[in-house]
């Protein structure tokens, strides 16, 4: 069985700081994808970024990046430069190669603010 | 912006009524997902079908009927549903290749709103 743990229900961040949201996981696949979904109000789930279980280097896109520490079985996310329109939910999410859907965390509500 | 488009985004029905959601992606992927939220919790996989074909059910209660018409539709049908049924209902897309990579991404589209009366 997967499961994914975020311990931050939430979370503040002034505008333009830094912030990390914690991940952990736990499988017995080894062979998975970690992804990261954003959640703002108006219920869209967005997809922001993805690292594979093999992947040699950690995952950047944009102002997204995932610090995984695969020993650890840690994703963490880290949104560089926070912005107002940052401020939303944010889910951790686990797929192993064996299954076909998600595992999601329970999610860290973030807010920016100004 | 988001490629699954879900309607209606707002949706209010009574007990005794028929509606249905629909959900069209435009990514040529194969699989489709159908997802119930509800407020402050992650989402809840309800259906997957996988090249037109259900694939996973997970034990939806049967007032929730999907059908698949083609690979980019994706319909969901209610019927004398319960007051516990308002949710958000996400609708979702991948391919459906197994191993684990970047192509596999679920990508989801921006939700229904339900409320049942």
């Known amino acids: 069985a997967q499961k994914i743990t975020q311990t931050q229900p939430g979370m503040f961040v002034q505008e333009k700081e830094a912030v990390t949201l914690d991940c952990t996981y736990d499988?017995?696949?080894?062979?998975?994808?970690l992804f990261w979904y954003k959640q703002p109000s108006s219920g869209e789930m967005i997809f922001l970024i993805y690292q594979g279980s093999y992947d040699q280097q950690n995952a950047t896109e944009g102002r997204y990046s995932l610090n995984f520490q695969k020993a650890r079985k840690s994703a963490n996310l880290v949104i560089s430069a926070s912005q107002l329109g940052d401020s939303a939910m944010y889910f951790c999410?686990?797929?192993?190669?064996?299954?076909?859907?998600?595992?999601f965390g329970s999610g860290t509500q973030l807010t920016v603010l100004p | 912006d988001t490629e699954v488009t879900q309607t209606p985004k707002h949706l209010v029905m009574g007990m005794t009524n028929k509606k249905s959601l629909k959900c069209e992606q435009h990514m040529g992927h194969r699989a489709m997902y159908w997802y119930k939220q509800k407020a402050k919790k992650p989402p809840e996989l309800m259906f997957v079908y996988s090249y037109e074909k259900l694939s996973i059910n997970e034990s939806v209660p049967s007032r929730f009927s999907p059908e698949c018409p083609n690979s980019s539709l994706l319909n969901l049908h209610l019927h004398a549903l319960q007051p516990e049924d308002s949710a958000l209902y996400l609708c979702?897309?991948?391919?459906?290749?197994?191993?684990?990579?970047?192509?596999?991404?679920?990508?989801f589209g921006e939700g229904s709103w339900l409320t049942v009366v």
């Open positions: 499988t017995s696949d080894p062979s998975y994808g």
């Open positions: 999410a686990m797929r192993p190669s064996s299954a076909r859907q998600l595992t």
């Open positions: 979702a897309s991948s391919q459906p290749r197994e191993a684990a990579s970047a192509g596999n991404t679920i990508y």
